[in-house]
């Protein structure tokens, strides 16, 4: 007996038995809990990813032409998103310009000894790609961050819970506003983000190659299906940061590291939409209009 109770201090006291199935009620009962579920990897991890925005974008929209929001909120989110971002996307593609008409000349120059086409080329390429996705990009930094800091500091705190207590659809109140206000920032910034990337591009060629203003403003090569495609990437761009973004904020959880990493998670996730979207969006005008 003794030999016995020695035994069992050294091994640390006597081994739960476990309970038998048999004359219980449930598995719980006779100390068979559940399964843990395995977190979801790879693919399945992307596919819950797209549903997760596609189920906000549907819920958005549903709401988007009748939400009982203030529309001051939509033009006061406009002004911060435009007023905010124009500066650092004006200077941005200033540079862009700058370096792409620098870049063409050069290397056309010296292959061909002829420049002619630079300007027709550059104004057809930043008008179709190069302004509405480099500025999305530039804008999924600026916004896109702020968004998602602004939406998952109001997550961990529990003011999403308070809004549903108050009869406040979160959706309604936070995301509608901020998706009109992302649709016409994004338009805006387009707009004035191309114009001085081609501006800057023709003072570069003017004062370092020395090409004509009819030589470098030649639209021939434009049209007007690529001022469309433009257009629709731009406003696809301003749909997909506040919903990517907000999606991430809604998702917040633990604190300030959790907005810290629903901030990464909106800028990583909004780039990466955004150069898909403009392969999708490419590709389909392509097969559609054939250029």
């Not at 929001?69 to 406009?78: C, F, M, P, V």
């Not at 200033?94 to 870049?103: L, R």
Request: charged share 15%; net charge positive; aromatic share 6%.
């Amino acid at each position: 007996m003794k030999k016995n109770s020695l035994e069992t201090k050294r091994s640390g006291g006597e081994r739960p038995r476990r309970k038998s199935l048999f004359g219980k009620q449930t598995l719980a009962d006779a100390g068979y809990g559940p399964t843990p579920p395995r977190p979801a990897r790879g693919f399945a991890v992307s596919l819950s990813l797209v549903g997760t925005y596609a189920l906000l974008l549907g819920r958005t929209f549903r709401l988007l032409a009748t939400a009982k929001t203030d529309q001051g909120d939509t033009l006061r989110l406009t002004h911060r998103y435009t007023n905010g971002s124009l500066a650092f996307v004006v200077i941005a593609m200033s540079f862009v310009g700058m370096i792409m008409v620098y870049q063409s000349t050069e290397q056309l120059t010296r292959a061909i000894g002829d420049a002619q086409l630079v300007g027709a080329a550059f104004l057809k390429l930043l008008v179709r790609v190069l302004g509405p996705t480099v500025i999305g990009m530039l804008v999924a930094c600026r916004v896109g961050a702020g968004i998602a800091a602004e939406i998952g500091a109001m997550s961990v705190t529990d003011q999403l819970d308070a809004m549903r207590l108050c009869a406040a659809h979160p959706i309604e109140v936070l995301m509608v506003p901020r998706l009109r206000a992302g649709i016409l920032a994004s338009l805006v910034l387009v707009l004035i983000g191309s114009a001085a990337a081609a501006f800057a591009g023709r003072v570069t060629s003017d004062v370092l190659f020395a090409m004509s203003p009819a030589t470098y403003w030649n639209f021939e090569l434009l049209r007007g299906a690529d001022l469309v495609q433009g257009m629709i990437k731009a406003t696809v761009y301003g749909i997909t940061i506040p919903i990517v973004s907000g999606a991430c904020g809604l998702a917040a959880q633990g604190g300030a590291r959790g907005v810290g990493q629903a901030t990464t998670d909106a800028v990583v996730g909004s780039s990466l939409a955004i150069v898909i979207l403009d392969s999708l969006i490419t590709l389909i005008c392509h097969v559609v209009v054939g250029q």
